[in-house]
């Protein structure tokens, strides 16, 4: 008789002794993920969230507002380890590592692009591109800073590299912010809202740069938005609602 395996059969089959498992054609995967808030009252945020994404898919991530979506992109960022269930980014587990362990992991391979672009005013787009590369330690700085202008160029935003962050328009910090989630070539790069706060136009070039990334050089990213349109135009949609996930 034919078994349906549930999602932690398949965890414990594919196991090993390490915590990481067999390798797969995910680029991320979310076994089971459960969270809590206990203030101002217990409140379960996020139910059995489970699902895995490829090497250069595009996918947002939609639902009303209070659903969940910040609290888990938090979590798939490993910025947020206070969960249930596992998280295996490039098949190693991540979920019980220790926070320096986890720090690393993220400036290594997760790019965050978020809303607001908290880029440094004081810094040139060029130096706050470099900062996160500088942070790794394994490039020099001439690397650093080669490496900075070929993420601007990617963005078209290389002629703007001496200029203030501050004096760049709305549009343009955005684009450097995302230079910025790519300049250590990250595994996954990490949106929350990253239009949230752009007009139409601004919002179709970021669109457009992201969408171009994962076809041409394979990039994974995962975005939250609530724009319609941004979603149905991604390769696939994964929809929340009151912490669960109805349709991926
Ligand atoms: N730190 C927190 N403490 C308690 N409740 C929280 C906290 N952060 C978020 N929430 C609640 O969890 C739910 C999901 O929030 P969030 O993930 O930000 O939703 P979304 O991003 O989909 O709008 C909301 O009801 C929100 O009020
Ligand atoms: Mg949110």
């Known amino acids: 008789m034919n078994k349906t395996t549930t999602v932690s059969e398949q965890l414990q089959n594919n196991q090993t002794a390490s915590g990481n498992v067999a390798p797969t054609d995910a ?3 979310a076994m089971l993920l459960n969270k809590y808030f206990y203030e101002p009252e217990d409140f379960h945020v996020l139910k059995d969230v489970s699902f895995e994404i490829k090497r250069g898919e595009f ?10 979506k910040s609290t888990l992109l938090y979590l798939l960022s ?3 380890t206070d969960y249930t269930g596992q998280i295996f980014v490039n098949d190693v587990l991540l979920s019980g590592k220790t926070q320096n362990e986890l720090a ?22 060029l130096k706050n591109v470099m900062l996160p590369a500088q942070k790794l330690g394994i490039y020099s700085k001439s690397e650093c800073e080669d ?8 963005l078209d935003m290389h002629h703007f590299a001496t200029k203030l962050s501050s004096k760049l328009s709305g549009g343009q910090q955005q684009r450097v912010a995302i ?11 990490m949106g929350d809202e990253p239009t949230g706060n752009l007009d139409s136009t601004n919002t179709k070039i970021v669109f ?10 394979n990039q994974t ?20 609602k009151d912490g669960e996930i109805i349709r991926q």
């Open 27 to 29: 680029v991320l995967r």
């Open 59 to 68: 996918v947002s991530i939609i639902g009303k507002s209070g659903c969940g």
């Open 78 to 80: 490993t910025m947020d």
């Open 104 to 125: 690393r992991f993220r400036n290594e391979h997760i790019g965050f692009v978020f809303q607001f672009h908290f880029l440094l005013p004081e810094f040139s787009a």
């Open 147 to 154: 490496r900075a202008y070929e993420k601007l160029k990617w």
């Open 179 to 189: 230079a910025r989630a790519l300049v250590n070539d990250p595994t996954i790069i």
């Open 208 to 217: 457009d740069i992201l969408k171009d990334l994962a076809r041409t050089k």
């Open 221 to 240: 990213i995962i975005a939250v938005t609530h724009d319609n349109e941004f979603a149905v135009n991604t390769d696939r949609i994964i929809e929340m």
